[in-house]
């Protein structure tokens, strides 16, 4: 990681839950938040007490591995893992990827900023799909590293005109402090509803096809594969430092930021705010939202091998 990212502040919401407090054996949640929680949402556990014994998959096997050279296999055997019984398997890039400025302003943000907008295409068996990346570069500085946020949020939280200002986004802050800053809206790689999640990059491979594998890619998947096709314009782009970019999302795209940042070793860095069960939470753990229930009320997110 880059002496930049360690000393970056950037303001980011935290959207807890609960409210806790620190203690000298450690952090715990408000009880009476975990009380009126488990009230609200019976059958699942949210009382550390009940939390019962597990153990977690050596994915070290034994501490053999111990170089970033030895790493690289049992690596490529884990996403396996991952693309075949979580998130599906991701085509990668499309066959045609273009892009096409729509919009630039390098007076944005009073002179502070540049503003791109521009619309990543990609082509594929004589289909089309497109979305729009939103990118502010400060003018500070001719090359910057940048903050890629999968937004699951109103695109309105991402105003590239900054008529709107949401603490979600922090695109002043970010700016002032010599970065960039990106967005892309997940709705439009894919909706996230369980009867449509199909039509957008998922269609623009798969067309209208009546079954699939059952490891196929899931919503999660396609939202990360537009952050690494908008790595792809970062590439390109001189202002830009693409060795130096981050992606980062909240809870579903949380999830999402992780994937991404799993499947393509160009992010340097990722930020996965309250991703949970599917992200960064312990599957193992008993303790929260399950498997069962994500599965259940997000179908659409994962392959269809993680409902077994």
Known sequence: ???????????????????????????HADPAVVARTTKDQPGFNFDESRVWPYTLPDVMRGGAIRTPDAWQPRRAEILNLFRDDVYGRSPGRPEQL??????????AMDN?????RVAIVSRQSGREHRFVLTL???????????????????ASNTDPTRGEKSGFWPAEQVIARGYGIAALQYGDLAPDDKDHFKDGVIRLFEGDAATRSPHAWGALAAWAWGASRAMDYFE?????DAAHVAVLGHSRGGKAALWAGAED?????????????GGAALARRPFGETVARINAVFPHWFDDTYKT
């Open 236 to 240: 390109t782009d001189p202002r830009v």
């Open 1 to 27: 990681m880059s002496r930049q990212y360690r000393t970056a502040v950037v303001v980011l919401p935290l959207l807890v839950a609960s409210l806790a407090f620190a203690r000298a054996d450690g952090w």
């Open 112 to 116: 502070a900023a540049t503003l791109e």
């Open 136 to 154: 502010f570069v400060p003018n500070a500085r001719p090359k910057a590293p940048v903050f890629l946020l999968i937004n699951n949020r109103a």
């Open 98 to 107: 273009s892009f096409e400025k729509i919009e630039e302003n390098t007076h």
């Open 265 to 277: 070793a160009r992010f340097a860095l990722v930020i996965s705010n309250e991703s949970g069960e």
